[in-house]
């Protein structure tokens, strides 16, 4: 059973910086497409960005692009979301997920195992 850590969230003033990282155990990592979520209180969970399995292909959400970078480390199992010039709406929790295999990357259901995820909150 694949599983799917998260660290790296905290508390960072407007304009910061943080590097969310995600951790997967199992040895299939390389070969599925990762992607990155977040849920703030009272709202959809929603796409912030997803990686193809060779990192050849980024995808982003229109409210960070520009600001945040998806990158992973196959020999690390690990998938990271740098996110820089922090603004107060980004606050949420962040959740990596696995892809599931289709061509789409930006919707929730196209993705089969999720992160418990870790909590990102920007102050103003």
């Known amino acids: 059973q694949v599983q799917l850590v998260e660290s790296g969230g905290g508390l960072v003033q407007a304009g910061g910086s943080l590097r969310l990282s995600c951790a997967a155990s199992?040895?299939?990592?390389?070969?599925?497409?990762m992607g990155w979520f977040r849920q703030a209180p009272g709202k959809e969970r929603e796409f912030v960005a997803a990686?193809?399995?060779?990192?050849?292909?980024?995808y982003y959400a229109d409210s960070v692009q520009g600001r945040f970078t998806i990158s992973r480390d196959n020999a690390k199992n690990t998938v990271y979301l740098q996110m820089n010039s922090l603004k107060p709406e980004d606050t949420a929790v962040y959740f990596c997920?696995?892809?599931?295999?289709?061509?789409?990357?930006?919707?929730?259901?196209?993705?089969?195992?999720w992160g418990q995820g870790t909590q990102v909150t920007v102050s103003s």
């Open positions: 990686i193809t399995w060779n990192g050849d292909r980024l």
């Open positions: 997920a696995r892809h599931g295999g289709s061509t789409h990357y930006t919707s929730r259901n196209e993705y089969a195992v």
């Open positions: 199992g040895r299939t990592f390389s070969s599925y497409a």
